[in-house]
């Protein structure tokens, strides 16, 4: 049995481009409120923000099996996508006008398989220090159990616009 999907989104550049002259959470809010389009990997992997608050955007999204590499659990890639998201957003609703960010290092902690029985995972960040150049930042990916299935530890390269 062949199995599809579509998915379509807007161009993301139309909210990047004013994103220099907002401070990181008014841009995050900003695209929460849909004043500007959505990151297009958000569509291509499913994943949903369900909450956008200062030092922490939560990020979810149901196991799907297109989400599955060759051994028929979610792909490591999939799971880390969520979490750095996640870390480098809560970073960004920290950031004033100007200032921007980039992943610098990220570390994943695989503890426990995912698969489509697992159901929907959900993102939990905190930003551990916020400094000029750098910020430590770290996330957990866990289930409506709280039962953690992937942690994260991220250092993310604070940039000029």
């Not at 979490?83 to 960004?92: F, I, R, T, Y």
Request: net charge neutral; glycine share 8%; aromatic share 10%.
């Amino acid at each position: 049995m062949k199995r599809e999907r579509t998915f379509s989104w807007e161009n993301p550049m139309e909210g990047a481009k004013e994103a220099i002259h907002m401070s990181g959470m008014e841009y995050l809010q900003a695209m929460s409120d849909h004043k500007f389009p959505l990151p297009p990997f958000l569509y291509t992997l499913d994943f949903t923000v369900t909450k956008v608050k200062s030092g922490n955007i939560v990020f979810e999204f149901v196991p799907q099996e297109f989400h599955y590499n060759p051994i028929g659990t979610v792909h490591g890639g999939v799971i880390t996508s969520i979490l750095d998201s996640a870390m480098g957003c809560s970073v960004h609703s920290l950031l004033p006008v100007g200032k921007g960010y980039t992943t610098l290092e990220l570390k994943i902690n695989f503890l426990k398989a995912v698969t489509i029985k697992t159901g929907k995972l959900k993102t939990l960040s905190k930003v551990i220090n916020l400094g000029g150049r750098t910020a430590l930042v770290e996330a957990q990916l866990i289930d409506e159990n709280n039962i953690i299935y992937a942690h994260a530890l991220s250092t993310c390269l604070i940039i000029n616009y």
